[in-house]
């Protein structure tokens, strides 16, 4: 499966952005779909994840109450909305997906768009 993702940009501290990850045309139903970040100096991080119908969601407890993770599956696309967004979320965001149940874990993940830079600003 291929993704794309986007929505990234330049944002002022407290603002929102979504994000999202548009799959291959027919290959979407059955993967569950996740997001991950990675900050400068640092190791790609969990952020979000969603099972293939949608009953299943987990995130980060930095993410929680802030974050929403959501998938259209006539569109072939997760989808993440970010509000009161903080400096700390600064990263490159990359969707991810995997065939099967959910997992946090990067390495449980065979597919990876190409990332969207998301800056806050203080």
């Known amino acids: 499966v291929q993704l794309q993702a986007s929505g990234g940009g330049l944002v002022q501290a407290g603002g929102s952005l979504r994000l999202s990850c548009a799959a291959s045309?027919?290959?979407?139903?059955?993967?569950?779909m996740g997001w991950f970040r990675q900050a400068p100096g640092k190791e790609r991080e969990f952020v979000a994840v969603?099972?293939?119908?949608?009953?299943?969601?987990y995130y980060v407890d930095s993410a929680k109450g802030r974050f929403t993770i959501s998938r259209d599956t006539a569109k072939n696309t997760v989808y993440l909305q970010m509000n009161s967004l903080k400096p700390e979320d600064t990263a490159v965001y990359y969707c991810?997906?995997?065939?099967?149940?959910?997992?946090?874990?990067?390495?449980?993940?065979?597919?990876w768009g190409q990332g969207t830079q998301v800056t806050v600003s203080s």
């Open positions: 991810a997906a995997r065939r099967g149940g959910i997992s946090r874990l990067t390495s449980q993940f065979g597919y």
């Open positions: 045309e027919g290959t979407f139903s059955p993967y569950a």
């Open positions: 969603i099972s293939w119908n949608g009953g299943v969601r």
